[in-house]
């Protein structure tokens, strides 16, 4: 009737607050946002499936990682989602960048190295061959880019 947790992936389920400075690791489960500051590594309980949403006034001074993560406000450390992380306009992001699928909204400052994860399972099946040497195109028009297919 009410629902259980694993029907409300969105769910958030604590909130640091926009007044609220927190000093030292924080484990969590469920749904975080942070609206204020923390100064410590944020992580996902290993058992349990973590979103992290940063607000656009919320900051993270550390490492963070969690299943999902949408970061709207700063963040200067590692980060490392298994699972999809959003970046939108007004984030600033600084650090290494660990994810599965990544989605990079305009306005976005990412100063990062950025590693694509994919599971083992996927590597096996979809490993492409040998990456051969191009060299880079030059003068690319409009016209010269293929049509797009159905048109």
Known sequence: MFGSRAS??????TLIGADLRLEGNLVFAGGLRID??????VIAAEDAPGTVVIGEHGRVYGEIRAERMVVCGVVCGAIRVTGLLEVHARA????E????????HPGAVIEATLVREVPATAALTSAPGPIARSKPVQNVTPAALPAPSGA
């Open 36 to 41: 204020g500051e923390v100064r410590g590594n």
């Open 92 to 95: 600033r992001i600084a650090g």
């Open 8 to 13: 409300r992936p969105d769910r958030i389920d």
């Open 97 to 104: 960048l660990r994810y599965g699928a990544l989605e990079v």
